[in-house]
Each structure stands twice: as C-alpha cells, then as structure tokens.
C-alpha cells in the first residue's frame, strides 16, 4: 500500500504564493506518475499538474507558467509551488500516484487552499 500525506495550504492574498507537499510511504516502488488535482463544490475534481517518474511534466492551461510541479524521488517527495494565486485557484488540492497503467492509484487526505483578499 502507498499511503500520501499532504502538508501546506492555507489563506493567502491574491498575488501571493504557496508550497504544498506530499511524503509518500510505504510501497513506494508501486509508484509511477504522480500529481496535483483539485476540486470545487459541484466540480468534479480536476488535474492541475502531473509529473513522471522521469520528471517529464504537464499543466491545466490556467496554471501554466505560475505553478511548478516536482518530486524528490529519493525523498518520496512530491511538491506544488504556487505563484501569483488567484481567487479562482481557491479549492481542496489532492496528491495522487499512480502506478504504470493506472493499475494502483491512491489519494492523499485533501487541503485547503484559500485565495481571498
């Protein structure tokens, strides 16, 4: 089993920044592609930022150029900086991993992120 831990979130001021972090424990091996998403009351959630193993990366349009997505995988790390946050960024933000084919997939618990003045 691969389980995902999420730190970071919080209120923050248009314009401002966050860092959100993911620790991945336990069967890590399983591991292949991992990622951001997010999700809003009455949306379905939706990919934010994707990274592979590799490091080979992809972003929703909206996020491109102000969010960077990486992982440390000797660290079992996953990270989401977030620049020039808008009020429309404001939602739960979910890690997630996958392994190869979409055969595993596991979910972090969900934080906040807040972007109000």
């Known amino acids: 089993q691969v389980q995902l831990v999420q730190s970071g979130g919080g209120l923050v001021q248009p314009g401002g920044s966050l860092r959100l972090s993911c620790a991945a424990s336990?069967?890590?091996?399983?591991?292949?592609?991992m990622g951001w998403y997010r999700q809003t009351p009455g949306k379905p959630r939706e990919l934010v930022a994707a990274?592979?193993?590799?490091?080979?990366?992809n972003y929703f349009p909206t996020v491109k150029g102000r969010f960077t997505i990486s992982r440390d995988n000797a660290k079992n790390m996953l990270y989401l900086q977030m620049n020039s946050l808008q009020p429309e960024d404001t939602a739960v933000y979910y890690c997630?991993?996958?392994?190869?084919?979409?055969?595993?997939?596991?979910w972090g618990q969900g934080t906040q992120v807040t972007v109000s003045s």
């Open positions: 997630n991993s996958q392994g190869p084919g979409g055969y595993y997939e596991y």
């Open positions: 336990g069967s890590t091996s399983l591991i292949d592609s």
């Open positions: 990274i592979t193993r590799t490091g080979g990366t």
